[in-house]
């Protein structure tokens, strides 16, 4: 067992992990925070997806280790501090970008990261930056409407 | 694995791999996971990521070094000439943006996938590999390097350590073009990367390579001669003919594609990427 120390959510947190530990292990099971899912375990779906020093990377393909000293952000640190929902979340609400929700905190992370590089994306940009993201309930369509909401934009432009 | 050990200098990290062999080299992990049929990785594992010397793309008096533990993200942000746009095309394909921020050249040409986006790109730029060990450097082509599928030159104890570009190859400009079954998230069917120097109207020097459709990545050297010395013109793409690609590659049957189609692809990818270079020709100049 080894130490490790990172900044999650803005708390400084501390804890024994194995060497194999994943990331997503270590957040889940070691820290209790459950929003972040497990889809896949091959790094395909993105259900666990996370910002790691602001970088939204697949916590499934990551060692806890491997974050020592790293700011990283869950689904959980996304509420505004207020406990109300951001923008983005509340706009998958409002547009029905989820049903099962599995697949939403890694959707929700995702878009977080691209709206942080790209505050104003196209329909087909959003999209493709959602290549890495599945979701077996929505058909996407709603998803790239709620992020284009989130973006301040008119959902109308994404084509029915 | 019930151990991970984390240096932060590469002599560190060196001596470890020196004291034992059985210890495998982790980056970014996009290809160790995934591969790993276990819950979690077996054995014992050395981070490569904290190893200053491993990161980042940087200016030599020689040309360029990428390091190994580069990640395909860092390769889309770097400031580098239109030379290397084919790498950043590539990179920008790789997987999905959490594979890009992750995933690193280094592990790219060390996994030795035949359908590693980032080799064609690279020979393309007549990389050389660092390779370092306890034992010294040593410094090898990028085609001596990968010796066949998932097999390459490293030694027991070696890390690849950086990519060297040339200054004489990082000229001119570059394209690359993938085919796969879908859009995005897609294993290749056949990639091309094409770099062409243009001076005074015509094509100076051209190198192109293909992966997916050999054992190994390959420069088509036949294909580079038919172009060098022709004019610059619409009508170049014409002069790469089916039977030069094909003489140099071996694509195998698969799931994805079979061998007939391979080559046809290959060729088709590599005609666009040459026209779609001569139509912006003004940026092919050296
Ligand atoms: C969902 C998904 C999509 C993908 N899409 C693509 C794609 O489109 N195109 C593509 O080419 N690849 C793709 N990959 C594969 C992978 O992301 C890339 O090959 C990536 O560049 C590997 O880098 P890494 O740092 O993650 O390697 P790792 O997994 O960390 O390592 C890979 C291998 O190289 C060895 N190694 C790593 N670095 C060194 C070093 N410096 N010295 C010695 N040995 C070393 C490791 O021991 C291991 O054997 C994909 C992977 C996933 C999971
Ligand atoms: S659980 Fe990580 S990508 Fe699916
Ligand atoms: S809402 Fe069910 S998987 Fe996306």
């Known amino acids: 067992m080894a130490q490790v120390s990172m900044t999650v959510n803005g708390k400084p947190v501390t804890g024994e992990v194995e060497g194999r530990t994943l990331l997503v292990d270590f957040l889940r099971n070691g820290l209790g925070l459950t929003g972040t899912h497990v889809g896949c375990d091959t790094s395909q779906c993105g259900a666990c997806v996370v910002h790691v020093d602001g970088r939204a990377v697949k916590s499934c393909t990551m060692l806890a280790l491997e974050a020592e000293g790293a700011e990283v952000k869950t689904i959980e640190g996304m509420a505004n501090p207020d406990g109300s929902l951001s923008v983005i979340q509340q706009a998958f609400q409002d547009h029905h970008g989820l049903q099962c929700g599995f697949c939403t905190p890694g959707m929700v992370m995702s878009a977080a990261a691209l709206l942080a590089e790209n505050p104003k994306p196209t329909e087909a940009e959003i999209r493709h930056y959602l290549d890495g993201n599945l979701c077996r309930c929505t058909g996407y369509h709603n998803i790239v409407k709620a992020i284009l909401a989130a973006s301040g934009q008119d959902v109308s432009i994404a084509a029915e | ?286």
């Open chain 2, 1 to 286: 694995m019930q151990e991970l050990f984390r240096p932060r200098d590469l002599s560190e990290a060196l001596a470890i791999l020196a004291a034992r062999s059985e210890v495998r080299p982790a980056a970014g992990c996009t290809d160790l996971f995934p591969a790993t049929a276990a819950p979690a990785l077996q054995g014992a594992h050395i981070d490569l990521t904290a190893l200053e010397e491993l990161s980042g793309i940087s200016r030599t008096p020689e040309g360029f070094r990428v390091g190994a533990a580069t990640t395909w993200r860092e390769a889309i942000e770097a400031d580098l000439p239109p030379a290397f746009e084919m790498l950043k095309e590539a990179a920008r394909e790789v997987g999905s943006p959490q594979i890009q921020n992750a995933g690193t050249i280094g592990g790219n040409l060390c996994n030795a996938s035949p359908a590693a986006d980032g080799v064609p790109c690279l020979l393309a730029l007549d990389a050389q590999v660092e390779l370092a060990s306890a034992e010294g450097r040593r410094m090898l082509p990028l085609g001596k390097f990968i010796t066949g599928p998932r097999q390459t030159a490293l030694g027991p104890g070696e890390l690849l350590v950086a990519v060297h570009v040339p200054g004489e190859a990082a000229r001119g400009a570059s394209r690359f073009l993938k085919l796969g079954a879908r859009r995005y998230l897609v294993i290749s069917i056949a990639m091309v990367a094409v770099r062409l120097v243009v001076e005074e109207g015509r094509v100076a020097s051209a190198a192109v390579a293909v992966g997916a459709c050999s054992p190994v990545a390959r420069r088509l050297e036949a294909v580079e001669a038919a172009l060098v010395g022709a004019e610059a013109t619409p009508a170049l793409a014409a002069r790469v003919r089916a039977a030069d690609v094909a003489a140099a590659l071996s694509p195998i049957d698969d799931v994805r594609a079979d061998a007939g189609y391979r080559l046809e692809a290959a060729a088709v990818l590599v005609r666009r990427a040459v026209s779609e270079l001569v139509t912006h020709a003004g940026e092919c100049a050296a």
